[in-house]
């Protein structure tokens, strides 16, 4: 399995990265955010070091997200015992 994801903040900056096979792409995965209120700077975090909450915030709310963030997004949740 090949993965190239690609995740952007909204203001031109984007982060891509490509890896073969699913836990080398949660390792790897990053997700840009400027906080809970959006009012931060953007910064780019690892999904892998996201809480819970932010990851199925994200999956509620980003109707734009790639299928392979989704991927790897839910694997992260179901690895936490998340379903």
Known sequence: MSIVATTSAG?????QVAVVGLEEA??????GTMG???????RFVKLVDCETDHLQA???TEIHISWDYLLIIK?????????
Request: glycine share 14%; charged share 30%; hydrophobic share 30%.
């Open 75 to 83: 694997s992260i949740l179901k690895d936490r015992g998340i379903e």
């Open 26 to 31: 949660k390792n790897a995965a990053c997700w």
């Open 36 to 42: 809970k209120d959006g009012q931060g700077p953007l």
């Open 58 to 60: 994200i999956i509620k």
């Open 11 to 15: 203001h031109g900056d984007t982060y």
